[in-house]
């Protein structure tokens, strides 16, 4: 690209003072000028480096689709899908997407489930009725990482979130205190649901469920409508930036 700029813009300037302000040799310009680029290679050149600008703005997380769609909606580049990802291919970038490997429930078969007190009717009238809680695992550049949400099944809002490099029971511990201090629910209204993870059925668990008035509840094993609600609380950046780790 450097070879064609000095080619289209500095056709009334010595070659070789522009190859030396541009800090390329002389000799390869001519070379490049004996066997010239191809407008297709440059069109893909001009348009690699659009995608990567994307992809870096995007906090690498945006895959094929995404980036095809701000092109194509956000700059008015018309070009294929299956182009952005050979582009995408050869410049050895990639979005950020889910690998299903099984989930990180890890039942204690010594203790006792709370019951179900949701008997899935996940549609509360009021806001801190229900809330709903799920640990998700997350492969970084440093590690896993463990995010604890705890959602309001009302106005879907994530009002308590922790995260950590392990799934000892002070991660949900910590979600839920956050919660708590955000929301400050009335003793005895709120459900706290969630799946039978030890984490969940821990002793400290319960006490901080118990010590702030909240109803503990647990669904039934493989309950898709409750573990449907993580699924879109996975958040990119986690994914990717290994600062979420705790030290």
């Known amino acids: 690209m450097t ?3 000095i080619a289209r813009a500095c056709t009334d300037l010595p070659v070789s003072a522009c190859c030396r302000v541009m ?6 310009f001519y070379a490049w000028q004996a066997n010239p680029v191809r407008n297709k ?4 050149a001009y348009l690699s480096n659009t995608i990567v600008d994307i992809w870096t703005m995007s ?3 945006y895959g094929s689709p995404r980036v095809h769609a701000e092109l194509k909606l956000g700059q008015d580049v018309r070009c294929s899908r ?7 291919r050869q410049a050895q970038i990639a979005g950020i997407h889910r690998r299903r490997r099984g989930g990180c429930t890890r039942r204690d078969l010594g203790a006792e489930p709370s019951d179900d007190l949701v ?5 509360p009238a009021e806001p801190d009725r229900l809330w709903v809680m799920d640990v ?3 492969p970084t550049e440093n590690g896993k990482a463990y995010l604890a949400v705890v959602l309001d099944a009302f106005s879907r809002r994530v009002v308590g979130w922790s995260i950590a490099d392990h799934m000892r029971s002070e991660l949900v511990v910590d979600a839920l205190q956050m919660a708590i201090w955000r929301r400050r629910p009335p003793a005895g209204q709120t459900i706290a649901h969630s799946d039978h993870g030890s984490t969940y059925t821990s002793w400290a668990f319960g006490r901080r469920l118990r010590g702030n008035g909240l109803l503990g509840s647990m669904g039934s094993i493989g309950d898709c409508l409750f573990t449907g609600y993580s699924s879109w609380l996975e958040p990119e950046s986690c994914l990717r930036n290994s600062q979420y780790l705790a030290a």
């Open 3 to 5: 070879y064609t700029f």
């Open 23 to 28: 800090r390329v040799s002389t000799s390869g």
């Open 41 to 44: 290679d440059l069109d893909d």
């Open 59 to 61: 906090r690498r997380s």
């Open 82 to 88: 299956k182009r952005v990802e050979r582009l995408m």
């Open 119 to 123: 008997k899935r009717s996940f549609d």
């Open 136 to 138: 998700t695992e997350h």
